[in-house]
């Protein structure tokens, strides 16, 4: 079996063949990927995790590498684990982050790696945690972790990072009412990507309405209008960033406990769906419910209820 701290001590060395054998093997996953993450948690690290979504076409892909060009000019070492789609012939990732973020490549303090998504719903694959704690472990200043071309309920981002940067844009139909109630709630900061575009000063006011404080004491989410192709408010964004982790560190809000949370909820909910889905199905009362939705007889939410009191009946 690969010694994952022995690889580990050379890819804090500056070994990257090492570092990139490290990601291969969380990418696989079973037995050597479970020491691999238990050697990196061993190391623990310091990184600033910063994960990037947003909806496809807006740049989150020329943004990261803008954002990359200016955390090297302070001095910051970066690793970057970009999430594309998979190729549905060979399951391969496309790559096009890697192609868009070539002229890092020859860079001692960058590291760029492209994962498969897969088919991962949320935005991220499932290595994407894992090699997130393999590169904070290897010693970089800051993590970016870029997630697929995400939706409104692809939140899985908000359970890795520390700092979950939204992209937009403006132009592409998206309109702020439906961000609402979907991803711009776990956005710490969001970008206005490819503000030299007709009618980003209004999507900046649209946003600015819809992510104000809450309450009494809440914070107004920053918002930074960047053009990624000539690095306008790159600078800005890179301050808004490093504000936010100054920020949630002082008050707790960004710990990795919190982080923990997530994680725990998300991985419960999972194992209570799975064995949910699989109790309804033995007995029939999914089939049953579905065919009531169908017909119309039945919500989805009423369904959904009626399948959680059945279930909580039996257990009591």
Do not use: W, Y
């Not at 697929?148 to 592409?172: C, E, F, H, M, Y």
């Not at 710490?188 to 999507?203: E, M, T």
């Not at 579905?290 to 209820?305: F, G, I, S």
Request: proline share 3%.
């Amino acid at each position: 079996m690969t010694d994952g701290a022995a690889l580990l001590e050379a890819a804090r060395g500056g070994d990257r063949r090492a570092l990139a054998r490290l990601l291969t093997l969380v990418e696989r996953g079973g037995e050597q990927s479970d020491g691999v993450v238990a050697a990196a948690r061993a190391f623990g690290g310091a990184a600033h995790v910063v994960g990037i979504t947003g909806a496809p076409g807006v740049g989150k892909s020329s943004l990261a590498a803008a954002l990359v060009a200016e955390l090297r000019r302070r001095g910051h070492s970066v690793g970057v684990i970009a999430v594309d789609p998979s190729s549905p012939h060979s399951g391969g990732a496309l790559l096009g982050d890697r192609v868009r973020m070539e002229r890092l490549h020859g860079d001692p303090g960058v590291f760029v790696r492209s994962v498969a998504s897969r088919g991962a719903s949320g935005g991220l694959a499932d290595a994407a945690s894992a090699a997130t704690l393999v590169l904070t472990a290897a010693g970089f200043h800051t993590v970016l972790l870029e997630t697929v071309g995400a939706g409104q309920a692809d939140l899985d981002v908000a359970t890795a990072a520390q700092t979950v940067l939204l992209v937009v844009a403006p132009g592409l139909g998206d309109g702020v009412q439906a961000l609402k109630a979907g991803i711009v709630e776990i956005a710490d900061v969001i970008a206005v990507n490819k503000a030299d575009h007709s009618g980003a000063d209004q999507l900046v006011a649209d946003l600015a309405f819809a992510c104000g404080p809450l309450g009494a004491g809440a914070q107004r989410i920053p918002i930074v209008k960047t053009v990624a192709t000539t690095g306008d408010g790159i600078p800005e964004l890179a301050d808004a960033l490093a504000a936010h982790r100054a920020v949630d560190g002082a008050t707790g809000a960004a710990t990795p406990v919190r982080l923990a949370e997530r994680r725990v909820l998300r991985a419960a909910a999972r194992r209570v769906m799975a064995a949910l889905e699989r109790a309804a199905r033995s007995d029939g009362r999914l089939d049953g419910l579905a065919r009531a939705v169908a017909a119309r007889r039945l919500t989805a939410d009423e369904a959904a209820r009626r399948l959680l009191t059945s279930g909580q009946s039996e257990h009591a």
